[in-house]
């Protein structure tokens, strides 16, 4: 009989990962890691917090296209009919979501502005290639020249808005509703 004081295997096993995680992210000790209040969450969430930590110091940082086996490459959008265009598009947008890359806020853009997009920002941009479940790369795809007009204007709430106009004292565009609603696989944040 497992006297009532004494840790429990799984527990002995989850400290004995712990140190091991912290023995091999000590090279690459940051603020971050010291962050970790082992008090606030329970071993096995610390060691995965930990574990997301190291996979992210160790993984590659690769052009998306090369996330994939063969590279991803894609027909230049004025090569392609409108229905090519689109039936490549939304082939891409799940290829891209089995990897784990999500598209937000796409319905202000056309279906040719969108694979553009895809084909001129996204697929080359270089990012680290995290391979964990819940691990997903959210794409913006509203805000990719930094002017926040196009997310005001489709996207961001009453409330949002408001702040912003508060923080910024600037011009504030009229709220319009997205001219091309899709239907595109969801990741949480």
Not at 83 to 95: C, G, P
Request: hydrophobic fraction near 35%; include cysteine.
């Amino acid at each position: 009989m497992i006297p009532p004081d004494s840790p429990q295997s799984d527990d002995v096993e989850h400290l004995m990962l712990n140190a091991q995680l912290r023995d091999a992210l000590e090279p690459l000790y940051d603020e971050s890691i010291g962050r970790v209040n082992a008090e606030m969450m329970s071993t096995s969430r610390e060691n995965d917090f930990l574990q997301s930590m190291l996979e992210w110091e160790r993984a590659p940082m690769l052009p998306i296209c090369d996330w994939f086996s063969p590279r991803l490459v894609l027909p230049a959008p004025d090569t392609l009919e409108d229905q090519q265009l689109h039936t490549v598009l939304y082939e891409t947008i799940q290829r891209l979501f089995e990897k784990h890359v999500v598209l937000d806020f796409t319905d202000h853009l056309t279906d040719y502005q969108l694979y553009c997009l895809i084909y001129r920002d996204i697929l080359p941009a270089h990012e680290k290639m995290i391979q964990r479940e819940n691990n997903y790369l959210h794409w913006d795809c509203a805000n990719t020249d930094g002017n926040p007009d196009v997310w005001l204007r489709y996207y961001a709430s009453e409330e949002d808005r408001q702040s912003w106009s508060d923080e910024t004292e600037d011009y504030l565009p009229p709220m319009e509703e997205p001219p091309f609603r899709r239907r595109l696989p969801r990741a949480p944040l």
